[in-house]
Structures are given as structure tokens and as C-alpha cells.
């Protein structure tokens, strides 16, 4: 008979977390990948954020970076993997909107349902957006090693699909976000993992 060692085993709760955390990355790059031939509006940073708030700023974050991992890694349009500055700025930026839910989840689970709670998401999307853009557009001219003027001339470049982009998500963040967050909260405390 094989000796089970008791310190290896996970509880049950362990295992409903891991299966959420597996879930939760699925669908982040499966909602990549259904919406990418829409230009600049996109539902990835909403739902890494969202994945922050169900897992906390950790697995938000691992959650969120893993989503995206696999998403620009298949994106139909082009895989990030041929940029290899381009992928891991994703990877990053978007990681940082998994660990932002997380760290804002105390927050946004107390004045769920109030003004300052689709306040504080639009402003959310607004950073976390400017930062993944920004982030993104300054990839290609880094890894080819033009610095020199360049953030002025990627801004004023890549403006209107900023404008677009930040303000799409806005929308989404501000629309969405409060139901969402009701949603995620009940259905963690349904299963035991709030």
C-alpha cells in the first residue's frame, strides 16, 4: 500500500481554487482570441482585472500573465512570440491588471453597487489601459534600438487607436464591471472560496 504523505495532500478548497485559477486563464485567452479582429476593443485587461478580484494580487497577476501568455502566443492576427519584447511587455502589463483587481478587491466588494466603485474602474481603465498601450507601442522601437524621440513619436503615432482603446475600455470597466464584480462575489461565497 503507498504511503500518502498527509502535508502533500490539497483540500477540497485547494482544489476548487486551482480549478478557478485554470478556468479563469482559459477563458482570458480565449476571450483574446474571439475578440482580436476587433481593432482596439478588446475584453482581456476587464477580464484579467476581474481574475484579480476572484484570486487576489498573486494568482491574479500568475493568472492573468499566463492568459495573455497564451493568447499573444496564438493571437490569429500574429503571435506575439515573434517579438519577443512585444510579448513579454504584454505579458507584464496585463499581469499588472490581474494584481490591480486583486489589490482593489477589498474596495470594490464594499461599495459594490455605488458611484465610487464605476468611478474608481474608469479610472482603473484609463491607467491600466495608457500603461499596456504605451507599454506595447514602445516595444517595437526599443528592440530595434531607436530611442532618441521616440515617446513623443509613438504617442503621436499611435493617439487615435489610444483614444479608442482607453476609451472603450473605460466603457466596458464602468458598465460592466459592477455586475461583474456582484457576480464573482456571490458565486466565491456560493463555493465556499471568499
Known amino acids: 500500500m503507498p504511503i500518502i504523505n498527509p502535508e502533500m495532500e490539497l483540500s477540497l478548497l485547494e482544489y476548487r481554487r486551482f480549478a478557478l485559477m485554470a478556468l479563469w486563464t ?7 482570441i474571439v475578440f482580436a479582429f476587433i481593432p482596439n476593443i478588446e475584453l482581456v485587461l476587464l477580464s484579467a482585472f476581474l481574475g484579480g478580484i476572484a484570486l487576489g494580487p498573486q494568482k491574479g497577476f500568475l493568472v ?3 492568459g495573455e501568455a497564451i ?19 504584454q505579458i507584464v502589463s496585463v499581469g499588472l491588471c490581474g494584481m490591480s483587481g486583486g489589490l482593489s478587491s ?13 468611478l474608481f474602474l474608469a479610472a482603473s481603465a484609463f491607467i491600466l489601459t495608457l500603461v499596456f498601450d504605451l507599454l506595447t507601442a514602445l516595444s517595437f522601437p526599443i528592440s530595434s534600438g531607436i530611442i ?3 515617446l513623443i513619436g509613438v504617442v503621436s503615432v499611435g ?3 489610444f483614444i479608442v482603446h482607453i476609451g472603450s475600455n473605460i466603457i466596458l470597466f464602468a458598465l460592466f464591471g459592477p455586475a461583474l464584480i456582484g457576480l464573482i462575489d456571490r458565486q466565491l461565497m456560493m463555493n465556499g472560496l471568499r
Open 71 to 89: 493568447f499573444s502566443a496564438l493571437n490569429p492576427i500574429g503571435s506575439g512570440l515573434g517579438f519577443p519584447l512585444l510579448f513579454i511587455f
Open 148 to 150: 532618441e524621440g521616440t
Open 26 to 32: 482559459g477563458m482570458i485567452a480565449t476571450i483574446g
Open 106 to 118: 477589498k474596495f470594490l466588494l464594499s461599495s459594490r453597487g455605488s458611484i465610487n466603485t464605476t
Open 64 to 66: 492573468a500573465a499566463l
Open 159 to 161: 493617439l487615435p487607436f
